[in-house]
Every structure is written in C-alpha cells, then in structure tokens.
C-alpha cells in the first residue's frame, strides 16, 4: 500500500531564510511525487512534480525539490522565504499507473517577517 | 485556474437530511475525483469518475453516493447525512489517467452536519 508522511505539522521560517518542508513516502514500484499548496478557503494548486529524470525539479514561485530514492523522500525546498509562501503544503504520490493519489496530512508553513 | 465550481461553498444541516454537493467543470477533462480534507488525514478519496456514469468507490465511500450525467457535473450525494461526515469537500479534475498528470482542485466546500 502506498503511504506518505509529513513529518512536520507545523514550519516556521523567517523571511529571506531558507525553508524546508520534509516529505517521505513508501510506494511499490517507481513512484511520481508532486507537491501541492493550499491558501485559506481555497483549494489545492499544483505546484510541481517528480516523474524522471534529475533529482531537482522545479516549479511555481520559486519552489523547487529534491528526491532522494534511497531515503524515499521528496523535499520541498526555496531558497529565500516570502510571508506570502505562508500556506499548508501536501505532498502526493502516485503509483506508476492511474491516478489514485494518496496525500500526506498537510505541513503549515508559517514565514515570520 | 483551473474552471472548476463547487457549490454550495458552505452549507450547515442536520443530522439524517441528504445533502447533495455539485461539481461543474468547463474544462471538458473525463476525470472527476471527490475528496474529503480533515485535520491530520491530508485528502482522501470518496468516489471518482472516469467517464460519463462510469464511476467507482475510493478509499472513504462508505455513506456517500455519485452520479456523473453529463461530462462537465459530478455530484456527490450523502443519502443521510451523519456528524462524521463534517468536513471539507474538494472536487478535482484531470486530463488523462496517466498518474504522471496533475490534478485540479477546486476551491471547497465547507459542510457542517448538525
């Protein structure tokens, strides 16, 4: 069965600093990992995704991820943090086939100006 | 955006009345997916739909029926609704069945059972 975890309820960051929101999985097979964030009151966007290939991934607004296979983790990370980047962020994993996505329970991300 | 509409948005009912949630996208993509998001369990899947009544059970359907008429409206139905089922509930879409593609969310609604 296929499992994500976010280790973190809850990060704090200040602005300008770098942020980190850990995210690990345990899937059969080769997994595609993406990251989501979610505002208050609205809905989930896409914010990027691991399919193949580089180990880095980058997407919207300057976040991008790092999957590490042998630790099966995928690491949303951003270099400067913005009090805008406050949101709650969910990791998702599919199996390599069908879109039967499990999410993890959500991290907060709190940035402090 | 993604053109996606959940309605009601918010919704307060009792205990034992149906309830009827609606989903209307104008992207024309075959994929429907209901979710339910609850502190500490992240998004879990009710039912979802791969076509024009073609659907099929996720993992928390238990209490909770769909109906897809038409491509661009999936509805999803509590026949009598309980206080466990307060939560939040998301709609998402998706192009294709590939699991490398992204789904698509809309924006909730927040349903309170009494």
């Known amino acids: 069965a296929q499992s994500v975890a976010q280790p973190e309820d809850q990060v704090n960051v200040a602005e300008g600093n770098p942020l980190t929101v850990k995210c690990t999985y345990s899937?059969?097979?080769?997994?595609?990992l993406f990251w989501y964030v979610q505002y208050p009151n609205r809905g989930l966007q896409f914010l990027l995704k691991y399919i193949t290939g580089d180990n880095l991934v980058k997407g919207s607004y300057g976040f991008e991820a790092e999957f590490n296979k042998s630790q099966t983790s995928f690491h949303l990370k951003k270099p400067s943090a913005l009090v805008s980047d406050s949101a709650l962020y969910f990791c998702?994993?599919?199996?390599?086939?069908?879109?039967?996505?499990?999410f993890g329970p959500g991290t907060r991300l709190s940035v402090l100006p | 955006d993604a053109g996606i509409t959940q309605s009601p948005r918010h919704k307060v009912t009792e205990t034992g009345t149906p309830v009827t949630l609606r989903c209307h996208q104008t992207e024309n993509h075959r994929y429907m997916y209901w979710y339910r998001q609850d502190p500490g369990h992240g998004l879990r899947l009710i039912h979802y739909s791969y076509g024009v009544k073609d659907t099929d059970k996720g993992e928390v359907s238990d209490g909770y029926s769909v109906s897809r008429s038409k491509t661009e409206d999936f509805l999803l139905t509590l026949e009598s609704a309980t206080s466990s089922q307060t939560s939040v509930y998301f709609c998402?879409?998706?192009?294709?069945?590939?699991?490398?593609?992204?789904?698509?969310f809309g924006d909730g609604t927040r349903l309170s059972i009494l």
């Open positions: 899937v059969s097979g080769n997994p595609y």
């Open positions: 998402a879409i998706s192009e294709s069945v590939n699991s490398n593609q992204p789904q698509h």
């Open positions: 998702a994993v599919s199996p390599n086939y069908g879109q039967n996505f499990v």
